[in-house]
């Protein structure tokens, strides 16, 4: 998962990018409001963390700026000293999703971001995840590929439900390893083990692949036959 952080506190930004990234997030910083501004529009990112008091452009106008100018409705949880009720619905009113104010826990901004993507890609109430003919449904974990159920192994299914939740982005080696294995990095060969399986899977004879390795980079879904992913 992609975050970005928009912090002109050097230690602050020190700190979360740290613990972010230790949890496998994709993490990129801008210390002022027009580079965040840039950054923001730049890219495809899961969540934004933003300061409200930035030079040159405060967290306020930024927002402000994301939702109604560029139309972008990325995840935006706000973090800032500011802790009166004013503030608070004033973050709000500019486009703001959550607010946290400072200090923090870094364990609650982690919960917090969990709780946005989560919401963001849909997960909170979808009970199936769509792909082309692809369907995982999300409370019995039975995976289908036009209509012929699919057998697969525990961490295969993990693999395909985390491909399912961004087949619009590329999800890097780090990002799959760390979210299927955890704090226990399995060995250089394994991922690529689980996604020649998951592969085998789910392709037979004339069927599209689905799973595209991004050479360098890590895999995601694709196919020129794809519809827009859906959830349910």
Same mark, same amino acid.
């Given at each position: 998962?992609?975050?970005?952080?928009?912090?002109?506190?050097?230690?602050?930004?020190?700190?979360?990018?740290?613990?972010?990234?230790?949890?496998?997030?994709?993490?990129?910083?801008?210390?002022?409001?027009?580079?965040? @501004?840039?950054?923001?529009?730049?890219?495809?990112?899961?969540?934004?963390?933003?300061?409200?008091?930035? =030079?040159?452009?405060?967290?306020?106008?930024?927002?402000?700026?994301?939702?109604?100018?560029?139309?972008?409705?990325?995840?935006?949880? $706000?973090?800032?000293?500011?802790?009166?009720?004013?503030?608070?619905? $004033?973050?709000?009113?500019?486009?703001?999703?959550?607010?946290?104010?400072? =200090?923090? !826990?870094?364990?609650?901004?982690?919960?917090?971001?969990?709780?946005?993507?989560?919401?963001?890609?849909?997960?909170?109430?979808?009970?199936?995840?769509?792909?082309?003919?692809?369907?995982?449904?999300?409370?019995?974990?039975?995976?289908?590929?036009?209509?012929?159920?699919?057998?697969?192994?525990?961490?295969?299914?993990?693999?395909?439900?985390?491909?399912?939740?961004?087949?619009?982005?590329? @999800?890097?080696?780090?990002?799959?390893?760390?979210?299927?294995?955890?704090?226990?990095? =399995?060995?250089?060969?394994?991922?690529?083990?689980?996604?020649? $399986?998951?592969?085998?899977?789910?392709?037979?004879?004339?069927?599209?692949?689905?799973?595209?390795?991004?050479?360098? @980079?890590?895999?995601?879904? !694709?196919?020129?036959?794809?519809?827009? =992913?859906?959830?349910?």
């Amino acid at each position: 998962m992609k975050v970005l952080i928009i912090e002109d506190d050097a230690a602050i930004a020190a700190n979360v990018y740290d613990y972010l990234e230790s949890r496998g997030f994709q993490v990129d910083l801008a210390a002022n409001g027009p580079a965040g @501004l840039k950054f923001a529009l730049s890219d495809a990112w899961d969540a934004i963390l933003l300061d409200i008091s930035l =030079p040159g452009m405060d967290g306020l106008a930024l927002c402000r700026a994301l939702r109604q100018q560029a139309h972008r409705d990325t995840p935006v949880l $706000m973090l800032t000293a500011r802790d009166s009720l004013d503030d608070k619905l $004033m973050g709000f009113s500019h486009g703001a999703d959550d607010y946290l104010v400072k =200090p923090f !826990s870094l364990k609650e901004v982690g919960a917090r971001l969990d709780a946005l993507i989560k919401r963001y890609r849909g997960r909170v109430a979808a009970q199936a995840l769509r792909f082309a003919d692809l369907t995982l449904d999300l409370q019995t974990l039975a995976v289908e590929r036009a209509g012929r159920p699919i057998k697969l192994q525990p961490k295969c299914l993990h693999i395909l439900r985390l491909l399912m939740l961004a087949p619009d982005r590329v @999800l890097t080696r780090q990002e799959l390893e760390t979210e299927v294995w955890g704090g226990e990095p =399995p060995g250089s060969d394994t991922l690529r083990t689980h996604i020649y $399986m998951l592969r085998k899977a789910l392709t037979k004879p004339g069927d599209a692949e689905l799973v595209e390795t991004v050479h360098g @980079l890590g895999y995601r879904l !694709s196919t020129g036959n794809a519809n827009a =992913p859906q959830s349910s």
